[in-house]
């Protein structure tokens, strides 16, 4: 009996086990959604703030600050700071001799394939891509969405795409297109992707909206400058030359405000004046302090670029000091108007080599009201934190320089607001500009130059001039107190400013006008991450850069074995790991770009 | 023929019935009950009986009952049985048999678990003759090989029913006939025989301690099943555990480094630290963690069990011993039983130690002093290009040929009697909430011109005690096991520790003849603070990070640090880093055990059941303080709870059968299912802005700031069907063949994965050409074939394509608030529905040999497992976007390797027995593919360079340290010249340089490919951090009441990549420490044979920006793990408190290392399987002092 007993409860046994297996191999992800969840209007649309959400690149690992990809936040940085500024000329990378020593290559040109940050940007960047084309693949699943704002969606989508590859496209040259209907992704790079990027930002100049309900969307103007900024960058002039003229002529932000420049050149850079500023074309959006601990939301990408040392007020990091050169290029002459090409024969005074202690007395000769809203200096006050104290504020002067960058840094008074704290290096809510009105402006008159209407590029030109020449009450003054800095400022400038337009007729040639037109850029957006993308379109990067490095490494030791190699350095390498992932029937589906094989 | 189990003889009686425990409780003999548990089936080796005339069926069932062997014979045999006297208490089976048999028309064999019973026609005939009348008194003393007598020894005649046994004094007397021989036997000593003669009447003998191994009956457990060692087909690595639980750790997995062959184990000196474990390499690209089962119940977890609990220990290697485990068995699987009651009285075990942990710690990084790191920065700068002179003088310490200290590092550079430091000016608040209040801070720091010694600031002398109590005993129905643990190991850096408290009760139930049901239960609570350690952003880290003229406190003993000017580094201050986590608290816990129930039913039939698994949670809370020390300063403050827990559970149900055919056919047949589920859930949370820091004011609820909180649930199960057949014939051939099949809810198309394994075995010693090679006393060839599986690395969501969003990456401020954001998605995990079971081909050939009657014993194997459909989660073309990718089943690797112990026990004399026990372990890693589309993956940091310096390439070992090898020093520009020359040359390129960054001092890297210039197709590998093979040796030496043992342990043929040096013997790797290195053994012109390259100001490609074989070192070590010495206190002494043993011990661990390695320590773990032999300031391991109490009474 007792066996009996036993052989029931072992059948019992094997019997219930056996009876739930089928649902007990089925179980349900936690915490994500499958994609049929997404096939509705809401759906879509959150999709799409993702594909927006990707303009930053930047996450957060448990407080570590990481790129999208797990990787360097700092070189996938929005304001391209690096790639653009720094390897541009406009500043050093910073800090001391072997932090964040991935960067030193690349800003140096002596960069091979196999650098990390080059392939973080790459697979970054994709990410953004692969966003867009979600909702390109959701959307027409998608049964409940109205045709107007189907078409929203789908141009918005497609105007970030463009962003994305075109920001990509600048660094790398040769890509591979992924888009909604891909199914192979390791297509080659081989063919060009300017047609794909153009048709994109026609679609979307064409179908979106003039105004938007959120100010952080791209509108329909925001897609014509950047339509026409790409066929700058193709030199196609004449198709460039009436959508500049119309976005200058009838642009307008997502809310309504006519494009134009700001008569302070500083609120471009203060978080309280953006949503107002006529010229924001096309900005990404920076949050600080949303209330998680992470700055990831909040410029991560330039989160080193504060000034650093003993009485410095930022935690972090001393990096993107501004150039020797780039500071003398704002000295002006006695017209006030730019030395073109002789800038760095008149040396702006500087306290390289002097401790804070030692006394100093800053440059008395004319310079470029810009200058101090862009490049922290001795003995200026540093917007309302205190005078800048040279040394003290710098992590190692003899590696690179005197000086701080500004335009990223916010303001002591709005520091609770504007920056953000929550992480040992400072998060910002200023916005990146992708496209501002000024840019807008100099693009412009670069192709009018081009088409020889130089009186049109003059009138560009000196339009962006007078909003400095014509506001001198927006230029940087001394502190009423130096000891006590948020008293505000006297009504003593802080240097012998003198800006002037252009006197009528003075872009006399087709060459001096682009001369001036491109110097102008190097001054209105120094570091805002064109200049290098700038050199090379201009095809002046090799005798630029290597003059720079010439020049600077005379006070900076970091730009020491620095060279422009024509001819290859105006492409960075297709990252070897990318490369190497390409493989198909033995070939690497990627080609190289010259001279880095 | 029809054989008879033995525990069918009452066949037809209710298993309930009373009268059974009546007549057992009424037996004239005593018997008592006593076996150590090989398995939770209530297997033992062996036995304890004591009686006088009882009948062999009794004997016989109560053998069954104690070690869970069957009987098989026929029922009439024993109708012709004599009575036996037995009185042997844990005596092993064989014996016990021996001394059943002798007086019998009987023979036995054991087979596996069996004992087969025959007829032997000629010990009857010579059981019939005729008794001899002419007894005489004998009498004597029995005494043993120290002179002290022996109680209980058996006095009997060989061939005669008459048996005795000694008294207290060791005195017997027995009826014996001049001629007859005398047996004397004891348990664990030889049977010592004495022919009786003529006109002597006493006899006074002395025993020989037994040097047989009891392998030929020694039981194991193995998958599902337990088997005699001697019938084992598979690789079994038996681990001797006494050794094992002498080495002074709470953790089973450390106790285990060097006891086993096949196994590898790289621990760590911080309390607590999982040591990375591997059984015969490595198997996958992820977690190769073996699957433990305890008591029978699977787990990846064995950190918290108490290591007194453990019984026994056994690994599987191969897949014809772990192939029955199948999805889970491709990293091995280490079985362990924990301790079970054994018979009599209640028996109380006390042990403890206490003692005292110690590391070096006088300037461990060899790092300057503060008047030599000025230098080493005067001519960095110098050879730079920018020195420091008048004109730029530097900030600390001047200008002029040498640097003068400043008397402070606060204010920069500032002197005694300088305005600035006049403390009325100080002020600083430690405890500020605005994050702008430290920009107001005045803090006054003097310079430390004698220099901090920072590795000694955070480090301590620290105790270490563990007590450990058990009461264990067993009656006829009922085992019972207690114990308690506490375990106390303060680390050596300030506030580490490990404190933890273990209960533990096993016990099983005798129902009736046919059912027995039991638990095993163990409850712990951890304590375990830990560092991030090995890793440049720990406190470790910080250590040599920090430069020594910084102190750790300033004028008003508020924490010194690198604020005060940038040429002091970026380091935190590591004491401030480490005592602020005093009030961090975080406890664990964990219920882990099994029911389990066994019964016997129809013929030779065993039902066994267990229900197991764990149920665990925890909880932690800390602080984290704003800091105003650092140059990077953490401005806010906030506090942080988190929480996670879970269950699983391991239902197994088996049906075991085994018979005897014609007594030489032995067939055992196993079945089962298994089910397996597990449910986790995480949640975490941390407030911001706090009024006040005092732990008891901070929770969640008193932020003042927002709160963040986060929370996960993950699950998984898996559904298993398995069987096992073993067949011996004749005890000579030994076949065994295992199935399994698994599903997993991880795996969606293909859930299902079959694993079979076979093997076989040949006990060539049982032949008769060997049986006259007395030394060779027995000898198993062994080989098989089998495929393991694996799934460990799988997400739970690996086969879905999901969407998901979070605040930091996907959401945006899309209307431009400045303040907030608005929801986003991304995609989540890119799906692979189509993974499939790894699948892991393992090929096994072995030996197992005992040699001198078991003096000498040998287990050795040679394998190789070929791992196929390997999961790993590549890389996927960045134009997939940053998604999870998914496993695939995409990768191959290939281990082989060869692993043997030998041990060998010897006694001389009377007094002195020797053992000793060598392990050694070899395994040769090679990845065979990666993906069909790239043969390599990059792991490792890539901080400190441009790339990453582990690649895992195709026909290389996993975790390859890869880079630039360096050729030696640029030593004048005429090489560079010559160099450069010769790189255009081979270019074409008149612009090319040899080597980017080249110059003069820098280091000259070797031109691998040979095209006549560096670039990154130069770098190669550098160095394999796996060893090529590691090894134990213990020795163990008695002498009297002493007892001595030594536990070396080594590895051999691994380089470490020592990151430290990248540090500290850099002078622009950061403004930390440097090393004596830099300043006294770097290049300059006069000093071109160097060990480093000229110190600049800059990092360049060819110093330190890029990974080279400067960071290669030789890992590897000999390491005296322990030395101890014990002493047991005489029995005679011992008697008068009723105490039966008591023995005192000291000893020491880690007493010394013998390595060139140039760092703290060559015991180097990591963080993950392809990223380890990385020493960037691991937790040192300490030497410790212990003594120690075992008493039992």
């Not at chain 1, 840094?409 to 040992?424: H, I, K, M, P």
């Not at chain 2, 010579?126 to 004998?138: E, L, Q, T």
């Not at chain 2, 055992?668 to 008891?696: C, I, N, W």
Request: glycine share 8%; hydrophobic share 35%.
């Amino acid at each position: 009996m007792n066996s009996r007993i036993s052989l029931y409860i072992i059948l019992a046994g094997l019997g219930l086990v056996t009876s739930c297996k089928k649902s007990f191999l089925e179980r349900t992800p936690q915490g994500t959604l499958q994609g049929s969840t997404l096939e509705t209007e809401a759906g879509v649309s959150t999709l799409l703030i993702g594909a927006y959400g990707a303009l930053d690149g930047q996450a957060d690992n448990s407080g570590d600050l990481i790129a999208l990809n797990g990787g360097n936040s700092w070189g996938v940085s929005p304001s391209n700071w690096l790639l653009g500024s720094v390897a541009g000329g406009d500043a050093h990378k910073g800090s001391d001799g072997t932090d964040q020593i991935a960067m030193i290559p690349l800003v140096n040109f002596t960069v091979d394939p196999s650098n990390s940050i080059l392939n973080d940007k790459w697979v970054c960047v994709y990410e953004g891509i692969n966003r867009c084309n979600n909702v390109l693949k959701y959307l027409p699943l998608a049964k409940d969405v109205p045709a107007e704002e189907y078409t929203n969606i789908k141009a918005q989508a497609r105007f970030l795409r463009a962003h994305y590859y075109f920001d990509l496209k600048r660094v790398f040259g040769n890509l591979p297109w992924i888009d909604e209907t891909t199914t192979d992704y390791t297509p080659t790079n081989t063919v060009d992707i300017w047609p794909k990027i153009e048709a994109d930002l026609k679609f979307a100049y064409d179908s979106l909206p003039e105004s938007q309900t959120e100010v952080g969307r791209a509108n329909k103007w925001a897609a014509a400058a950047y339509l026409a900024k790409t066929y700058l960058y193709e030199k196609k002039y004449q198709d460039a030359e009436p959508l500049f003229t119309a976005v200058i002529n009838s642009g307008k932000t997502p809310n309504g405000i006519a494009y134009d420049l700001n008569p302070a050149f500083e609120h471009n850079y203060m978080p309280e004046y953006e949503d107002a500023n006529p010229e924001a074309v096309f900005v990404i959006e920076m949050a600080a302090n949303i209330g998680n601990g992470s700055i990831a939301n909040s410029n991560q990408g330039d989160a080193l670029n504060f000034p650093y040392g003993g009485s410095s007020p930022f935690p972090c990091c001393g990096f993107f000091q501004p150039s020797f050169d780039l500071v003398n290029s704002f000295r002006t002459d006695p017209n006030g108007l730019p030395y073109l090409d002789t800038y760095n024969n008149y040396p702006v005074k500087n306290d390289e080599g002097l401790l804070s202690s030692d006394p100093f007395t800053p440059d008395a000769g004319n310079l470029d009201p810009r200058l101090d809203w862009t490049v922290g200096r001795r003995a200026l006050p540093y917007l309302d934190w205190g005078i800048y104290t040279g040394q003290d504020w710098v992590r190692d002067q003899r590696y690179a320089g005197p000086y701080a960058p500004k335009k990223n840094v916010y303001w002591s008074a709005s520091q609770a607001t504007d920056g953000d704290a929550n992480q040992w290096a400072p998060g910002s809510a200023i916005n990146v500009f992708v496209i501002r009105f000024a840019d807008v402006l100099l693009m412009a008159a670069e192709v009018e130059a081009q088409l020889g209407n130089l009186d049109q590029a003059e009138e560009y030109v000196n339009r962006v001039r007078n909003r400095m020449a014509l506001h001198p009450e927006a230029w940087v003054y001394a502190y009423a107190d130096n000891t006590d800095p948020s008293a505000g400022f006297s009504g003593d400038l802080a240097a012998n400013y003198k800006i002037s337009p252009y006197p009528a007729g003075a872009f006399g040639s087709a060459d001096f006008a682009l001369k001036a037109i491109y110097f102008e850029r190097k001054l209105e957006l120094a570091m805002e991450g064109y200049r290098y993308f700038d050199l090379v379109r201009w095809g002046l990067a090799p005798a630029t850069l290597n003059a720079y490095f010439n020049y600077e490494s005379q006070y900076a030791t970091d730009v020491i074995g620095a060279h422009f190699t024509a001819n290859k350095n105006e492409k960075y390498p297709i990252p070897l790991e990318q490369i190497d992932l390409t493989e198909k029937n033995g070939k690497n589906t990627l080609t190289q770009n010259p001279g880095y094989n | 023929m029809q054989l008879n189990a033995v525990c069918k003889v009452s066949r037809g009686r209710s298993l309930l019935r009373t009268q059974n425990w009546l007549i057992m409780k009424l037996t004239s003999i005593l018997l008592i009950a006593g076996l150590t548990q090989a398995t939770a089936s209530g297997l033992a080796q062996t036995v304890t009986i004591s009686g006088k005339n009882i009948t062999l069926e009794k004997v016989f069932r109560e053998i069954h009952y104690q070690t869970g062997y069957n009987f098989f014979y026929k029922n009439e045999w024993l109708q012709q049985t004599e009575k036996v006297n037995i009185f042997v208490k844990d005596a092993p089976l064989k014996e016990v048999l021996d001394i059943c048999f002798k007086k019998q028309a009987l023979s036995f064999t054991i087979v596996d678990k069996s004992i087969v019973v025959r007829k032997e026609e000629s010990k009857t005939a010579r059981f019939d003759a005729p008794p001899d009348v002419d007894f005489r008194k004998i009498e004597g003393t029995v005494v043993d090989e120290l002179g002290k007598p022996v109680n209980n020894a058996t006095v009997s005649i060989m061939g005669k029913a008459a048996a005795t046994q000694t008294d207290a004094a060791g005195r017997f007397s027995i009826d014996a006939s001049p001629g007859d021989v005398l047996l004397i036997s004891f348990v664990g000593y030889n049977t010592q025989k004495i022919t009786v003669l003529e006109g002597k009447t006493v006899y006074n003998l002395s025993l020989v301690l037994s040097t047989k191994q009891l392998n030929d009956v020694e039981v194991v457990a193995i998958g599902y099943v337990s088997m005699a060692r001697k019938d084992i087909t598979g690789a079994v690595s038996v681990v001797n555990v006494e050794n094992m639980n002498k080495q002074p750790t709470n953790q089973i997995t450390s106790q285990l480094q060097g006891q086993a062959p096949g196994v590898t184990i790289i621990g760590s000196g911080q309390p607590g630290e999982n040591p990375q474990i591997r059984i015969r390499g490595l198997n996958s690209f992820g977690d190769n963690t073996p699957l433990f089962v305890v008591d029978g119940v699977p787990t990846l977890n064995i950190a918290d069990l108490n290591p007194n609990d453990i019984a026994s220990v056994q690994i599987l290697k191969d897949a014809g011993a772990a192939s029955i485990y199948g999805s889970r068995a491709s990293n091995g699987v280490i079985i362990l039983t924990t301790k079970k009651g054994k018979n009599g009285k209640p028996v109380v075990s006390y042990d403890s130690y206490t003692g005292t942990q110690n590391v070096a710690r006088n300037n461990v990084w060899h790092a300057l002093n503060p008047q030599d790191m000025a230098q080493l920065k005067f001519n960095a700068l110098a050879n730079s290009g920018t020195p420091v002179d008048a004109s730029a003088p530097d900030i600390l310490y001047g200008s002029g040929p040498t640097p003068t200290l400043p008397d402070y590092i606060s204010p920069a550079g500032a002197h005694e009697g300088d305005a600035s430091v006049n403390p009325s000016l100080y002020f600083v608040n430690p405890n500020f909430t605005n994050p702008n209040d430290p920009n107001s801070f005045y803090q006054i720091t003097r310079a430390n011109k004698a220099g901090t010694d920072w590795f000694r600031e955070i480090t301590r002398s620290a105790p270490i005690t563990n007590q450990n109590l058990s009461v264990s005993g067993a009656t006829d129905n009922a085992r019972y096991l207690f114990s308690f643990n506490y375990f106390d190991q303060r680390g050596v850096i300030i506030n580490t520790y490990l404190k933890k408290y273990a209960i533990r009760s096993n016990t099983a139930f005798t129902i009736g003849k046919n059912i027995r049901i039991g638990e095993n239960m163990s409850y712990t609570i951890t304590d375990n603070p830990k560092l991030t350690a090995n890793d440049g952003g720990s406190a470790i880290g910080y250590s040599f990070r920090n430069q020594t003229i910084i102190p750790v406190y300033d004028i008003m003993g508020n924490y010194g640090g690198t604020n005060s000017d940038a040429s002091l580094g970026d380091s935190p201050n590591p004491v401030a880093t480490l005592k602020r986590t005093a009030n961090n608290k975080g406890l664990d816990r964990r219920l882990f055990g099994n029911v389990f129930a066994d019964v016997d039913i129809l013929k030779n039939f065993t039902l066994h059941t267990s229900f197991g698994g764990e149920d665990y949670s925890g909880y932690a809370h800390q602080f984290n303080y704003p800091t105003y020390e650092n140059k990077e300063n953490t401005l806010t403050n906030s506090y942080g709870e988190s929480s996670y827990s879970g269950y699983d559970w391991t239902w197994t149900n088996t049906l075991a059968y085994h018979t005897v055919i014609d007594g030489v056919h032995s067939i055992k047949v196993l079945g089962g299912v298994e089910s397996y589920d597990e449910e986790s859930q995480k949640l975490g949370a941390t407030g911001y802005g706090y009024f006040s820091f005092d732990p008891a004011y901070t929770t969640l609820t008193t932020a003042s700031g927002s709160i963040t909180a986060t929370s996960s649930r993950a699950g998984y199960g898996l559904w298993s069907q398995f069987g096992r057949l073993d067949y011996a014939y004749n005890d000579k051939y030994l076949f065994s063949a295992t199935v399994r099949r698994d599903g997993s809810s991880k795996l969606k198309a293909h859930p299902y994965g079959v694993f079979p394994a076979f093997t076989a075995a040949w006990r060539i010693s049982q032949e008769k050409f060997l049986q006259d090679v007395s030394w060779l006393t027995d000898l198993k060839i062994r080989g098989g074939w089998g495929i393991m599986g694996n799934q460990i690395n799988l997400g739970a969501d690996n086969a879905y394509y999901t969407f998901t969003g979070n605040k930091n990456n996907s959401y945006y401020d899309l209307t431009g608030t400045n303040n907030s954001v608005v929801q986003g998605f991304s995609v989540g995990q890119i799906g692979n529905p189509d993974a499939k079971w790894e699948k892991d081909g393992n090929t096994n050939i072995g030996i197992d040999a005992s040699l001198f009657r078991g003096a000498i014993e040998v287990t050795a194997d040679y394998y190789i497992k070929d791992i196929k459909d390997l999961l790993y989660n590549p890389t996927l073309p960045g134009t997939y976007g940053t998604g999870l990718t998914p496993y695939q089943n995409v990768a191959a690797m290939r281990n082989n390797g060869v692993d043997f112990s030998i041990s060998g026990r010897k006694s001389i004399g009377r007094d002195w027995r020797l053992s000793t026990v060598l392990t050694f372990t070899s395994f040769n890693n090679k990845i065979t593919k990666v993906t069909q589309s790239t043969n390599y993956f990059l792991s490792g940091a890539s901080r400190n360079f441009g790339s990453q310096f582990i690649r895992n390439q195709a026909g290389h070992p996993l975790g390859s340290f890869y880079g630039y090898k360096i050729a030696g020093f640029w030593n004048n520009t005429n090489e560079l010249a010559t160099a450069d020359a010769a790189a255009q040359h081979a270019t074409g390129d008149p612009g090319a340089i040899y080597q980017t960054d080249e110059g003069v001092g820098r280091f000259r890297y070797a031109d691998v490919n040979g095209d006549g210039q560096i670039t990154e197709a130069d770098r190669t590998f550098l160095g394999n951090p796996n060893p090529k093979f590691n090894y134990g040796i213990n020795l163990g030496a008695s002498y009297k009441n002493f007892d001595f043992s030594v536990f070396f342990y080594g590895v051999k043929g691994n380089q470490i990549w020592n990151q430290v040096r990248w540090w500290t013997d850099f002078y622009p790797s950061f403004a930390g420490a440097k090393s004596h290195t830099a300043l006294y053994d770097s290049w300059t012109p006069t000093h071109m044979n160097a060990k480093a390259p000229i110190q600049e100001n800059v990092g360049y490609a060819s110093t330190n920006a890029d990974p080279n074989s400067y960071y290669i070192e030789s890992g590897s070590y000999l390491r005296a793990k322990n030395i101890l010495l014990g002493y047991s206190l005489p029995e005679s002494l011992l008697k008068r408190f009723s105490v039966q043993s008591l023995r005192f011990y000291i000893q020491a661990s880690n007493v010394f290392t013998v390595s060139k390695y140039s760092g703290k320590d060559p015991e180097i773990s990591g963080a993950t399987v392809t990223e380890f032999g990385i020493d960037e300031g691991a937790y040192p391991t300490s030497r410790q002092y212990l003594i120690g109490v075992s008493l039992k009474f």
